[in-house]
């Protein structure tokens, strides 16, 4: 201890120097561990895809401590609640990083979130790690990218479906940056395939109204719908499609796993498709391991989804960085998690040097009668992130979303 302390807590008399010796106790266990933060919906719309995946990261996080945590030092999970809004989001981030001191953030879903959050966590010089598939068109050297970019998964399952489906595409989404985003990059493909778009609606975040979604899609009389809906709004377009009584029109889905398909319950899906990078289904050793592992724990899901093993991936690739780097600094940290391979569930995972997105097989798998997959088409090999759709340049794409973004009143999902 300094002079300058020892004579402070003299001028503080005994019970003074109690108080200040307590706070300097409780700053020291702080030292001492490493503290984390998630941050997910556990509340909204989004709370259906985001809780198991909140749970999924809390239990991976916990079973570090059961080993003895990382650098003799035991990780402190602290948790926050999104809300499903982007605001709120930002706002709780500030908090994890500025209040709470975590190292870093695991979470986010929708791009609305994480574009959000990551100007806090750029100016905080703090570390993101993100579990779920997204527009790309994004770069930050304050990010780890675990989900797949559109050539990872949106591409490829357009091209599958041109040529195992059909020619004519309707696509329907959320109307905020993904799905807008990603629907620009489906017209691309499609005009340069040679495939026929024939119309395309957004319904709000959280709307149950997609009447007039159903109206356009029976208008348009498409071969298939690409759905890039996202959070309970699909339990009503879902419910609606089955309702109209006409053809069965085979649907492609881009935030649809396990997990919604089981929350769908009466709305019969079996037939449908989605493109991810994991289902629960894949056979092997090493996900026959993780299944055994995750499901044999009480956590708030009985079945697991692509972003749950993504985030699992994300806080063992942090955890060997942190032990390589032998420090839990932000800046350290994501540079010893660059570079990095983890036998992942899904197959060898490698995180880009480049862009810090990670190389994954890409999957289509289609709906059974028992809510799981069977994998009808794969990539076989992991596929190297890029992203920046090749349609357009760089510029371009950033062109795009900066109108998107400023005609939304600068917020990253349509008001309203």
Partial sequence: MSILNRRRLLGLGAGGAAVASAAML??????????????????????LSERPVAAVTRMSLEQLNAKGGLLGRNVEIVEADGQS??????????????????????????????????????????????????????????????????????????????????????????????????????????RAIGAEFVGESFVPLGSRDVSSMMAAIRDASPDVILNSINGDTNLAFFRALRATGERRIPTMSYSIAEPELRALGDVQLEGEYAAWNYFQSLDGPSNRAWLQRVLGRSVDTAVLSDPMQAAWVGTHLWAQAVSS??????????????????AAPEGVITIDRET??????????????????????????????EPYPAYRSPEAWERYLRDLYNGWGQRWQAPG
């Fill in 85 to 190: 809004s982007g605001a709120v989001f930002a706002r709780q981030a500030r908090r994890l990083i500025e209040s709470e001191r975590v190292d870093v953030i695991f979470g986010c879903w929708t791009s609305a979130s994480r574009r959000a959050v990551l100007p806090v966590i750029e100016q905080a010089k703090s570390l993101l790690v993100y579990p779920v598939q997204y527009e790309g068109i994004e770069r930050s050297d304050r990010a780890i990218y675990l989900g797949a970019v559109p050539n990872q998964q949106i591409l490829p399952s357009v091209a599958w479906c041109f040529a195992n489906l059909g020619r004519k595409f309707f696509l329907v989404g959320s109307d905020y940056v993904f799905p807008r985003s990603a629907h620009e990059i489906i017209k691309d493909q499609l």
């Fill in 356 to 385: 810090g997105n990670a190389w994954k097989i890409a999957r289509i798998g289609r709906v059974r009668r028992d809510r799981q997959f069977d994998v009808v088409w794969s990539s076989e090999r992991p596929v190297r992130p």
């Fill in 325 to 342: 780097v032998e420090s839990s600094d932000p800046t350290d940290v994501r540079a010893g998690m660059l570079g990095q391979s983890i």
């Fill in 26 to 47: 409780t700053r020291c266990v702080k030292r001492q561990s490493i503290r984390v933060g998630i941050l997910h919906s556990l509340t909204g719309t989004m709370a």
